[in-house]
């Protein structure tokens, strides 16, 4: 067991402690030290008059070592939902102003139902539920309080609302009819980006970080290795999402001639071949990608156009998976090209596709005895 005097009872003059049992003696000591290394930068005070935002803000700082800085944007953004000061200082917060150990489930009821009345999605708010329970979580953990009061508290989505779905796909002549008119917009580099996104389902942040090193010309294959988000602040390359977002997927025939075709034009604007740490879709100084709301502002045009209605660029990815189990593709193989962690996410995203596939297969006991009508 390691455990770390943090202060005194101001009451009874007793020392606190926190103390944590381990497997083993060196994890006790690693942990130890990081507690007190902790407790020397101020991170560990006198638990009794912590406030929850004190603490939330302490979380964020520990996470942004462990996150992309994109995570860590949406982590602060879920939780200012709950707690505006983390947003604005001066902004009134009355559950972010509570001791973190006199906070009680009551109080989190209070806050999750007024995010609903706002108007907020189940989903958002089921997020901001989430990450207040890690950040209580963590207080738990490092024993400053008693039990996580986020807990018992659940979401209640008002029966009126349908299910929500992660996105919008798009039907095959809708696809068809933007595919076209891509080939004819002017601008060849927002045009292959949104192409890209729909033939190889790649994420926005994706397709705008592809280095010319990145594309298999020759081989017909591409490999996502970096991606291009916003951080809060400004726009900056991070990691993918997660560690099999980093996947390579085959290109389509169609989709290749028209690679080709780019690499091809660049070539003769550059006089020499684009070198492979180039970016395929710089903005126009050359320096850095497009802006992250270049395909945004040009397929909404398109869209309305096309009489296709709100159109976000993650559609189009939704759509590449749509139509592939549409088209009878394993779940695992769309779960791989998707570079998600794990089949049952895909399963959780597109079930109502698989659902409506799965109606088609109906086995009749009596069949088995042949074409009926037989004796």
């Known amino acids: 067991m390691?455990?770390?005097?943090?202060?005194?009872?101001?009451?009874?003059?007793?020392?606190?402690?926190?103390?944590?049992?381990?497997?083993?003696?060196?994890?006790?000591?690693?942990?130890?030290?990081?507690?007190?290394?902790?407790?020397?930068?101020?991170?560990l005070g006198s638990p009794e008059g912590i406030t929850l935002r004190e603490w939330a803000s302490r979380w964020l700082e520990g996470k942004a070592r462990e996150v992309r800085p994109k995570s860590l944007h949406l982590y602060r953004q879920e939780l200012a939902y709950a707690m505006p000061s983390l947003k604005d200082p001066k902004a009134k917060d009355p559950l972010g102003s509570l001791r973190l150990r006199a906070i009680q489930p009551a109080h989190i009821r209070a806050v999750v139902d007024s995010l609903l009345d706002r108007g907020l999605s189940p989903r958002t708010v089921q997020k901001v539920r989430q990450r207040l329970f890690q950040v209580f979580e963590e207080a738990l953990a490092l024993e400053v309080i008693a039990r996580n009061p986020v807990a018992p508290v659940k979401v209640r989505a008002p029966k009126s609302l349908a299910p929500q779905r992660t996105g919008r796909s798009l039907e095959e002549h809708e696809a068809l009819a933007l595919l076209a008119a891509l080939d004819h917009h002017p601008d060849r580099r927002t045009a292959l980006a949104l192409r890209l996104c729909l033939a190889l389902g790649l994420r926005k942040g994706e397709v705008l970080g592809l280095q010319w090193g990145d594309i298999d010309l020759e081989e017909g294959v591409l490999t996502v290795r970096r991606s291009w988000v916003y951080t809060g602040k400004e726009a900056a390359l991070s990691h993918p999402k997660t560690p099999t977002s980093i996947r390579t997927v085959p290109i389509p025939q169609a989709t290749l001639a028209r690679l080709r075709g780019y690499w091809d034009w660049w070539r003769e604007k550059l006089g020499a071949n684009p070198p492979p740490e180039a970016w395929v879709f710089p903005g126009n100084r050359g320096d850095r990608p497009l802006d992250l709301n270049a395909l945004n502002h040009t397929l909404r045009r398109i869209a309305d156009r096309l009489g296709l209605g709100r159109v976000r660029v993650h559609d189009l990815r939704h759509t590449y998976g749509?139509?592939?189990?549409?088209?009878?593709?394993?779940?695992?193989?769309?779960?791989?090209?998707?570079?998600?962690?794990?089949?049952?996410?895909?399963?959780?995203?597109?079930?109502?596709?698989?659902?409506?596939?799965?109606?088609?297969?109906?086995?009749?006991?009596?069949?088995?005895?042949?074409?009926?009508?037989?004796?």
């Open 322 to 375: 749509s139509l592939l189990l549409a088209k009878g593709a394993p779940l695992e193989l769309v779960a791989e090209r998707m570079g998600h962690a794990n089949p049952n996410i895909t399963l959780g995203v597109y079930r109502h596709v698989l659902e409506k596939e799965r109606r088609g297969w109906v086995l009749d006991p009596e069949d088995l005895a042949g074409p009926r009508g037989q004796a």
């Open 2 to 43: 390691a455990q770390l005097t943090i202060g005194h009872d101001p009451a009874t003059g007793r020392p606190r402690k926190l103390s944590k049992v381990f497997p083993t003696r060196k994890e006790a000591e690693a942990w130890r030290v990081d507690q007190a290394a902790r407790l020397h930068k101020g991170l």
